[in-house]
C-alpha cells in the first residue's frame, strides 16, 4: 500500500509540475523588435490559444484568436501542435512555441516543414 501511495504521490507531483510549465506561456506578449502587436496567450480546453489585445495594423483586428490549440509537450519544454492565423489573408499554419532562456517566447508558424517557416519573437509585458 506505501508502495502504491508513493505512486500515485509522484504521478500527481509530476502532473502539477507540467502544468505549471505548461502555464508559463500564460501572459501578454508583445512582438519584437517591431513592437507593433500584443497577444495574450490564454489556456483554454486543455490547450493554449492566444487573441490579439492591440495592434498598429487596422487589418489585425483586437479580439482575433491568432493562436489555437498549443499543447505543452513536458519532454521538450514546448507547445506543439497548435495553429496559428494569418488575419490578413486568411491563411493557416502550423505553430509551435518555445521560451528561450531570456524570456523570449519564440512561435514558428510553418507549413510542411519547420526549417521553412517563419519565428516571430516575443517579450512579456504583463
Do not use: C, H
Request: proline share 3%; no cysteine.
Amino acid at each position: 500500500m506505501k508502495y502504491f501511495t508513493l505512486v500515485i504521490a509522484t504521478f500527481f507531483s509530476l502532473y502539477a509540475s507540467a502544468q505549471t510549465q505548461g502555464n508559463s506561456i500564460v501572459g501578454k506578449w508583445m512582438k519584437m523588435p517591431k513592437k507593433d502587436l500584443i497577444i495574450e496567450v490564454y489556456e483554454s480546453g486543455g490547450g493554449y490559444n492566444g487573441k490579439i489585445q492591440w495592434s498598429s495594423d487596422s487589418s489585425k483586428p483586437k479580439g482575433y484568436v491568432i493562436l489555437k490549440n498549443l499543447q505543452f509537450d513536458n519532454d521538450n519544454n514546448s507547445w506543439e501542435n497548435g495553429k496559428i492565423y494569418d488575419p490578413r489573408s486568411g491563411s493557416e499554419y502550423k505553430a509551435t512555441a518555445k521560451l528561450k532562456p531570456d524570456g523570449t517566447l519564440e512561435v514558428l508558424g510553418y507549413k510542411g516543414l519547420k526549417f521553412i517557416g517563419s519565428k516571430k519573437s516575443f517579450k512579456r509585458v504583463m
